[in-house]
């Protein structure tokens, strides 16, 4: 009988490997790397290294034994949480074949994150924010724009919002304290439409970028706070602008509170759509541009929604509107997002100009987004090609007569 004290030693990359093997061998074995060609990162660096091929078989690697965490966690920063590889991955693609099995790259690497974290492998800047967003309450946003929490609501002075109410705007911490105009755009759309809703008590981070970034228990304390907020307020219905938090509560949140999360997550951009449909939004000044979309990686590549955008852009008044030649599951990304602008702005530069390369491609002068963390290196890069980045809330506010 083999003596219990020369066993080999479970390492916590071990135990990890042995919870994520299904997923890292299903990619390690397959060796097609369809995923490079529409992975941002790979497309601007060609690093294998920084590839999702790269991040499973680096699980299969800390299963032997042959890596830990601190070898590989800064390869994991490079990853914007598209999820394009995912659609791109014949695991994903081929529905019946031998594979039998959906890629979860995202889902990897941010579980990857968190391990590190919790053997306390902390990628700089990364720790910095999470420890100012602990502190604030909200994301410190970048290039010191001020923030703290009794400044949370000042985007929306001067509009008599209420607070709290069976249904509440939440607005994401670069909205709130940078891209001020594009809450009041929504707000006076919603106001012009009839449509009652009111604010947060006390808003914090919605903690999806912890949770990308690995701070899992920092993530769990925020969404916590902001649950009991909306149940102390009546809450029912939550409206987001805001992709990221889109995703993060309809994913995140159900899976910290199972069953008993039962709020309504409403996007925003759905909602306008619906509201031209019945009539009950008309745009009807004229806004001479001629434009292409940029569908955040979040709404179309992880959650589908693409059409309604595209709605929205076609019932303005004088828009001339060039469409990208990837519409649906290939549309190309803004490095904005996974945490990559924090921890590697330069890269998150690189894949900005290269997307705004794009859209010069088609001869627009205006490119249109709906999430206001895209809309910051998007509108960098843009100067260097006189084409403009504007938010389609702000187009339709602007096209309804009432622009902030």
Not at 257 to 265: H, K
Not at 283 to 311: A, F, I, M, Q, S
Request: aromatic residues 8%.
């Amino acid at each position: 009988m083999p003596d219990p004290e020369k066993r080999p030693e479970t390492t916590p990359e071990k135990r990890f490997a042995e919870e994520w093997r299904n997923a890292a061998y299903n990619c390690f074995s397959s060796g097609h790397k369809f995923c490079r060609e529409v992975c941002p990162v790979t497309q601007v660096t060609r690093n294998e290294s920084w590839s999702p091929t790269a991040f499973h078989a680096n699980v299969v690697a800390m299963e032997q034994g042959e890596l830990e965490i601190a070898d590989v966690a800064a390869d994991y920063v490079n990853c914007t949480g598209c999820g394009a590889c995912e659609l791109r991955c014949p695991n994903s693609l081929f529905t019946g074949d031998f594979y039998r099995f959906r890629t979860r790259t995202v889902d990897l690497v941010k579980a990857v994150r968190g391990l590190a974290v919790r053997q306390g492998v902390h990628q700089p800047a990364w720790q910095r924010w999470n420890l100012l967003t602990d502190e604030r309450g909200h994301e410190p946003v970048l290039n010191g724009t001020p923030v703290d929490q009794a400044r949370v609501r000042d985007w929306a002075a001067g509009l008599d919002l209420p607070i709290g109410g069976e249904t509440i705007l939440f607005v994401d911490c670069e909205a709130a304290f940078h891209r001020t105009s594009v809450p009041r755009a929504v707000a006076r759309i919603l106001n012009l439409a009839g449509y009652k809703f009111g604010l947060m008590h006390e808003q914090w981070c919605c903690g999806g970028p912890a949770a990308e970034m690995g701070y899992e228990e920092q993530a769990r304390r925020f969404a916590r706070h902001n649950l009991d907020d909306w149940r102390a307020g009546g809450v029912r219905r939550v409206l987001v602008l805001d992709p990221h938090d889109y995703v993060t509560f309809t994913e995140d949140y159900p899976a910290y509170f199972g069953d008993a999360y039962d709020i309504e997550i409403v996007l925003v951009v759905e909602l306008l759509a619906e509201l031209i449909r019945e009539g009950r939004l008309t745009p009807h000044v004229p806004v001479e541009r001629t434009v292409t979309y940029h569908d955040p990686c979040r709404l179309n590549k992880r959650k589908g929604v693409w059409r309604e955008p595209r709605e929205i852009l076609r019932a303005i008044p004088g828009l001339t509107f060039h469409d990208v030649d990837r519409v649906t599951q290939w549309s190309y990304c803004s490095g904005a997002g996974g945490g990559l602008p924090v921890e590697k702005p330069e890269l998150t530069a690189r894949i900005s100009e290269q997307r705004v390369g794009k859209a010069a491609e088609l001869g627009v002068d205006t490119l249109v987004s709906a999430c206001p963390w895209s809309e910051r290196p998007l509108s960098e890069a843009g100067r260097a090609r006189s084409i403009d980045v504007v938010d389609l809330h702000e187009l339709l506010a602007e096209s309804l007569g009432v622009a902030p």
